[in-house]
């Protein structure tokens, strides 16, 4: 079988005593948009952290591309590019200076020519050359992903994107995440409590619930099973997944 853009197998994680992560089997496909969803603590950022390989797993296997986290960390960064939950940036630095600056030390040939196409590529060529001090939430969101994207990665993982954006940013977000998906053939996995959103923008889905995977499937199945796109919220319930 040809590498899943993610796999996982059996992959845990303990920070302290108590699991928070077990056992989670998981394979994405290239190409795939998948809604990775779970209440408050269910351990969708822990799978992010050991996915950017910022943390070891305590258990457990996780691969990107086929590249394992562990042993082939460098491989892996290569491939991602990462949306933190909180995007840090250099706010004395224009957007450009920025994202020229990421670029480089990502390894981008041209950094400048990388910078500036990532920026027009995402329709915020406007912000170059402001200082990110000044910018609001949407537009540190936007160059967050410009920042991910640089050196164009395999697969794009965001930590609850749409976390702090107005309706109107919202919306650009998943027009941003079709483009990125359908135009540059990104991989994209999504950690969100928004149920709606998924419907919208996600291919497959994935619930976590306390640490185990309850439910995965495509959104084509998973529309079928619970027709009324505001019932995604059933899931929680049906499954057994509310907190
Ligand atoms: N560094 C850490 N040390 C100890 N416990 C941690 C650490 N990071 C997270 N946890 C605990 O692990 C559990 C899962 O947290 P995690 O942030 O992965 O969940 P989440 O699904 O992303 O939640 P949220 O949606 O609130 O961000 C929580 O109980 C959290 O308190």
């Known amino acids: 079988m ?47 952290n050991i996915l950017t390989t910022l943390l070891v797993p305590t258990g457990g296997t996780a691969k990107v591309c086929g590249h394992d986290v562990v042993t082939a960390r460098r491989a ?14 250099y706010g004395h630095l224009t957007a450009l200076e920025n994202l020229e600056f990421l670029a480089t030390l990502s390894d981008v040939k041209k950094p400048r020519h990388a910078a500036k196409e990532t920026l027009d590529f995402l329709g915020c060529s406007d912000l170059a050359n402001r200082r990110l001090a000044t910018f609001s939430t949407g537009m540190r969101q936007r160059i967050g992903i410009a920042q991910a994207i640089v050196h164009r990665p395999d697969v794009l993982l965001l930590d609850e994107p749409t976390a702090g954006l107005d309706p109107l940013g919202v919306r650009q977000l998943r027009e941003t995440i079709l483009q990125l998906n359908q135009e540059l053939g990104m991989t994209i996995f999504m950690n969100t409590h928004l149920l709606s959103e998924v419907a919208k923008v996600c291919t497959s889905i994935g619930v976590l619930n306390h640490g185990e995977l309850i439910y995965k499937d495509t959104i084509e199945a998973t529309t079928r099973r619970f027709p009324d796109e505001a019932s995604l919220e059933d899931i929680y319930v049906t499954m057994g997944g509310a907190p």
Do not use: C
Request: aromatic residues 6%; without cysteine.
């Open 76 to 89: 892996v960064t290569r491939s991602i590019g990462y949306l933190p939950a909180e995007v840090r940036m």
């Open 2 to 48: 040809d590498d899943a853009a993610i796999e996982l197998e059996k992959l845990s994680h303990t920070y302290d005593k108590d699991p928070v992560l077990k056992h989670l089997d998981l394979r994405i496909e290239h190409g795939e948009i998948f809604g990775f969803l779970g209440h408050n603590g269910a351990g969708k950022t822990t799978a992010i």
